[in-house]
């Protein structure tokens, strides 16, 4: 099911949230502050974020400034604030959507159904000149192909689209080659390796972006 990170600083209303999505079958994780959610998603994914802006601290604007640096997970915000140019300053930081308080809970609902929709048939993803097409299962860089094996794709596609978020070898193993298998750490390192080798000789710049993380695993950044 999928996974709603809520960031408000008023307890009522996180609980109020939970206890709406939760009964239409999302899983909610609370957070009572910018800086507690952005912590969360340093090593944790969610679906979509639904964010406070009148905040203490941090406020919603500083915050999805913040994750927009590192992450594109959809963004909708909360607030109290009826006025366009408050929403207008939402979406220009990155926000996919604002709704004011107080809301109904069927148009929060919609709201939120609509974007994981939208994202969940996104197969393209696209940085730096580099094209990762689920649905052809290619991989282009200035337009150039690439030929990657199906491991190799699934772990490129993986990295890209969780972007700063370090994935140990044991979570990689686990999602690219499933929950019941014998591949070892050192099968993931060769995997990186021949990314490594086949990006760098089309000319992409992989050691600015494929990180290792030492005694870890591997990022995107």
Not at 118 to 124: G, N
Request: net charge negative; with cysteine.
């Amino acid at each position: 099911m999928p996974k709603i990170l809520l960031i408000d600083d008023e307890l009522r209303m996180l609980q109020l949230l939970t206890l709406y999505l939760e009964h239409h079958g999302f899983t909610c994780i609370s957070a009572n502050s910018g800086e507690e959610g952005i912590k969360y998603l340093e090593n944790n994914q969610a679906d979509i974020i639904l964010l406070d802006v009148m905040m203490p601290s941090l406020n919603g604007w500083e915050t999805a400034s913040e994750i927009r640096k590192y992450s594109d997970i959809p963004i909708i915000m909360l607030t109290a604030r009826d006025t366009s140019t408050d929403m207008v300053r939402g979406l220009n930081i990155g926000a996919d959507d604002y709704i004011t308080k107080p809301f109904d809970e069927n148009v929060l609902i919609a709201r939120i159904q609509a974007i994981l929709r939208r994202t969940k048939h996104s197969d393209k993803i696209e940085m730096y000149g580099l094209v990762w097409d689920e649905r052809t299962h290619a991989l282009y860089y200035n337009e150039e192909s690439i030929i990657l094996t199906p491991k190799e794709f699934e772990m490129v596609g993986l990295l890209m689209k969780n972007k700063n978020i370090v994935f140990n070898r044991e979570k990689l193993v686990e999602t690219v080659w499933g929950y019941d298998t014998n591949i070892e750490d050192r099968t993931v390192d060769s995997h990186v390796r021949n990314i490594r080798d086949k990006l760098r000789k089309a000319g992409f710049p992989i050691e600015n972006h494929l990180k290792t993380v030492w005694g870890i695993g591997y990022k995107w950044e």
